[in-house]
């Protein structure tokens, strides 16, 4: 009678308790979910969201003080600010891109000491950005006509000089800031042109904000320039040359913004090729994130549909198939897990497994590790004794594949299951076995880290080392336009890949005595023969 008391009271507390470390514990997962998910929106971490916003409120700040700089009306003197003046309304928006900045950089500054912050705060800061692009484009356009007569008066006013920054604790001058202030300040005839050249100069140099400042001069100041339209796909080239993790994160959008303002261009396939690649160049190896070789499957399929006759089409395909080598290895590689590790241990995983290599069956028919996927497939049909679906796929092992060593395994099965043996196919007897990777290119790939494909490092406009050939400077000669039959050449074989497909290991035995391929679930896989692949079943 005593303990009865003690357990009416102690119970409802113990409820209250365990609600109260319920509640605190979805909530957390309910934070960290919302944390995940807005980092993994746009594929991207934290901090290289941050960048790229800096970077474009960076140049948004260099634009408009060079637009301020060239305009020559006086301050009045009463004291009074008008609100109509072209340069009032050019700092009004400086003060906001800089309080934006500000805030980006407190965030920046978080991120990297991993302070706590509100992660909502990212998707406001990246609204802000967009919207003081728009505004920031519009009036600058809005005031090229004040700049443009400002110029033509030719006021007493001058803007103070800026000094050079010197060298050598003050001792020797340094180099001078405002070299191309007078073509970004000011508005004349035929100055489009000039910017124009000096842009590409200088992203030839790799000066590639400087050359970007200057292309979005001609944007801003020179709406109706026949320079606009190669001017706005140099600059997605400018990222694209630069090569950085942010660079290339803006080198996408911005092919993907020309795509949307000039969807008819004869360079339309050509933009949608290095959008996709722009991906591949950020893809890791097949064990690492896959979430950019995804959209850069996506972006290679679009443009082969879109464009069925393009003579980039020999490159696109040849990505398209690296790239899907690296998804289905990743498949691979998580079905050898299942498999090897926990399903030979008795810890289940064989239909983790057998879906996988389900997917790679069914997606990806011409990957090179074909002949791996189809045994093990075949074996956990097995496993689940279904010799019926397990005898179709190793008799497609033995006739589309007789050069692999997993032949005779698969002939030993067939004859357990009482299926019958096919020939192998003639076709097939050329095809050379996946190639082996040396110790030194294994070791270096694992210690970079990034995939073994084939991309250009060019861009559409401006490659590396093509100064006078390069299709920017038959824009030049053509007075901003491109001839009808300039077309950028394909670079089927400019970058060469080393072969990096493991060699599978013997076959061991699963419990119940069919065999087990033992590999090692790290090394990466990739297609050795670029241009052959095999041919359909007859």
Not at 110 to 126: N, V
Not at 460 to 469: A, D, K, M, Q
């Amino acid at each position: 009678m005593v303990l009865t008391p003690v357990r009416n009271i102690s119970t409802p507390r113990l409820i209250l308790m365990v609600l109260a470390t319920l509640i605190l514990a979805l909530s957390s997962a309910t934070n960290l979910q919302a944390q995940r998910k807005n980092e993994n929106q746009s594929g991207l971490s934290n901090l290289q969201r941050l960048d790229v916003m800096r970077s474009k409120l960076d140049a948004l700040r260099r634009s408009l003080d060079n637009a301020i700089a060239g305009l020559n009306a006086k301050d009045s003197g009463d004291g009074k600010k008008n609100p109509d003046d072209p340069r009032a309304r050019l700092r009004s928006l400086e003060k906001e891109v800089g309080s934006v900045l500000s805030e980006v950089n407190d965030l920046h500054s978080k991120e990297e000491h991993a302070e706590k912050y509100d992660a909502s705060k990212l998707d406001g800061l990246e609204t802000s950005v967009a919207e003081l692009n728009t505004r920031v484009e519009a009036g600058l356009q809005a005031t090229a006509g004040a700049r443009t007569s400002a110029d033509a008066t030719s006021s007493n006013y001058h803007p103070k000089p800026q000094k050079n920054k010197r060298r050598l604790l003050g001792l020797l001058p340094g180099k001078s800031n405002d070299k191309y202030a007078e073509l970004t300040g000011s508005v004349a005839p035929g100055r489009d042109r000039v910017l124009f050249v000096e842009a590409a100069k200088e992203v030839r140099k790799g000066n590639h904000e400087t050359g970007r400042l200057l292309f979005t001069t001609i944007i801003t100041t020179y709406p109706d320039s026949p320079y606009l339209p190669m001017a706005k796909l140099a600059i997605a080239d400018s990222f694209y040359l630069e090569g950085t993790t942010s660079s290339l994160v803006q080198a996408a959008q911005a092919y993907q913004d020309w795509l949307t303002f000039f969807p008819t261009d004869p360079l339309t396939c050509a933009a949608m090729l290095k959008v996709a690649e722009a991906e591949m160049r950020q893809m890791g190896l097949s064990d690492r994130d896959i979430s950019h070789a995804r959209k850069a499957e996506q972006r290679l399929k679009v443009m082969l549909q879109q464009c069925p006759q393009s003579n980039l089409r020999p490159d696109t395909e040849l990505r398209l198939r690296e790239t899907q080598d690296n998804l289905a290895m990743h498949n691979l590689q998580i079905a050898r897990f299942y498999l090897d590790a926990r399903y030979s241990n008795h810890k289940g995983g064989l239909k983790g497994g057998q879906d996988r290599l389900k997917e790679i069956v069914e997606k990806y028919p011409n990957f090179c590790l074909m002949d791996e996927v189809l045994f093990r497939y075949a074996t956990t049909y097995q496993e689940e004794e279904e010799p019926d679906e397990a005898a179709k796929l190793y008799q497609q092992l033995v006739r589309d594949f007789p050069n692999s060593e997993f032949v005779d395994k698969a002939k030993d099965q067939l004859k357990i299951i009482g299926a019958a043996i096919p020939d192998p196919d003639p076709i097939k007897k050329s095809l050379l076995p996946c190639e082996k990777p040396t110790f030194m290119q294994n070791m270096m790939q694992q210690i970079t880290g990034t995939a073994n494909i084939t991309t250009s490092h060019d861009g559409i406009l401006i490659t590396r080392h093509g100064e006078g050939t390069d299709l920017i400077d038959k824009a030049i000669a053509n007075n901003g336009t491109l001839p009808d039959n300039a077309q950028p050449q394909p670079v089927f074989d400019r970058t060469q890949r080393a072969p990096a497909n493991p060699q599978p290991s013997p076959v061991q035995s699963t419990p119940n005595g069919t065999p087990q391929n033992q590999m090692n679930p790290g090394a990466p896989a990739t297609r050795p023969r670029q241009i052959q692949t095999p041919t359909p079943k007859p």
